[in-house]
């Protein structure tokens, strides 16, 4: 998959040279290269972090957890504490 993207954007870089301007082969490497490549990558990716996220869930599960937060986002609650 990443060998099509890494020919894409080269078949892109190369048009965008070849523009007029250097505005127009910005333009044309952001709007005909970098975002539809970044928006396909990005869509192609969904079942691979849908599951991964299902993989944690389930480790937590497994560790015994009860809830659905990972150790990162638990935040310590100590109301006479002060920083």
């Known amino acids: 998959?990443?060998?099509v993207a890494i020919a894409?954007?080269?078949v892109v870089?190369?048009?965008s040279l070849t523009e007029q301007s250097l505005i127009a082969?910005?333009?044309t490497f952001l709007l005909?290269?970098?975002l539809p490549l970044a928006t396909i990558l990005y869509v192609m990716g969904s079942p691979r972090r849908k599951h991964d996220r299902a993989k944690a869930r389930k480790s937590?599960?497994?560790?015994?957890r009860?809830?659905?937060t990972?150790?990162?986002e638990e935040k310590e609650t100590n109301p006479g504490a002060s920083d």
């Open 1 to 3: 998959m990443y060998i």
């Open 8 to 10: 894409w954007i080269y």
């Open 25 to 27: 082969g910005l333009m």
């Open 32 to 34: 005909y290269g970098l």
């Open 60 to 64: 937590l599960r497994e560790s015994g």
């Open 13 to 15: 870089l190369m048009m």
């Open 70 to 72: 990972p150790a990162h």
């Open 66 to 68: 009860s809830n659905e």
